[in-house]
T-cell receptor, first 112, second 115 residues
């Protein structure tokens, strides 16, 4: 059982470039989330989804976009990378309450 | 405005002693609280939780205490082991409004257990 798989693990982007962070879960969870963690800070919710075809903004959505075409996949898109988006990104999924959160191992993104 | 606060960025304890990690919250709608543990280069993993209808929940060496009047919870680890060295995040959610699946996290506390 793979759980939540994130790719890539590391990436360096130049300012203005775009990329997609991939996230896949195999637990048939309805809820999926994208968080970012900046040094010395907690996890901030970027976007979340309550099911295929349904997404909504979290605390810090600016500069990001998401889609949820299937239950399994929840990619996060950065269109015009900025240095402020340098962070570690975590994807997570849950069946319902927070106790069921399963996190991926994270993507460390650096924008230079 | 930070709704979940972990005011101690770090804590160092000796192996075998008790570790106490603290968390305060400001949102009175929060009714379910969780602790997550995170090792370097890994995602957070769920450790223990507590509902607001309880004041204590125990799971092996880990116990969480909730003081609703003070809006304060704490995680006790007894005895502490070197493998417990990690960042611990406090998180909270509310079951009102149908958004109980969204968690609010604190900044985390780095626990170091010295052999």
């Amino acid at each position: 059982n793979a759980g939540v798989t994130q790719t890539p693990k590391f990436r360096i982007l130049k300012i203005g470039q775009s990329m997609t962070l991939q996230c896949t879960q195999d637990m048939n969870h309805n809820y999926m989330y994208w968080y970012r963690q900046d040094p010395g800070m907690g996890l901030k919710l970027i976007y979340y989804s309550v099911g295929a075809g349904i997404t909504d903004k979290g605390e810090v959505p600016n500069g990001y976009n998401v889609s949820r075409s299937t239950t399994e996949d929840f990619p996060l898109r950065l269109e015009l990378a900025a240095p402020s988006q340098t962070s570690v990104y975590f994807c997570a999924s849950s069946r319902d309450t927070g106790a069921g959160y399963t996190f991926g191992s994270g993507t460390r993104l650096t924008v230079v | 405005d930070q709704q979940v606060k972990q005011n101690s960025p770090s804590l160092s304890v000796q192996e075998g002693r008790i570790s106490i990690l603290n968390c305060d919250y400001t949102n009175s709608m929060f009714d379910y609280f969780l602790w997550y543990k995170k090792y370097p280069a890994e995602g957070p993993t769920f450790l223990i939780s507590i509902s607001s209808i309880k004041d204590k929940n125990e799971d092996g060496r880990f116990t969480v205490f909730l003081n609703k009047s003070a809006k304060h919870l704490s995680l006790h680890i007894v005895p502490s082991q070197p493998g417990d060295s990690a960042v611990y995040f406090c998180a909270a959610t509310s079951h009102s409004g149908g958004s109980n699946y969204k968690l609010t996290f604190g900044k985390g506390t780095l626990l170091t257990v010295n052999p």
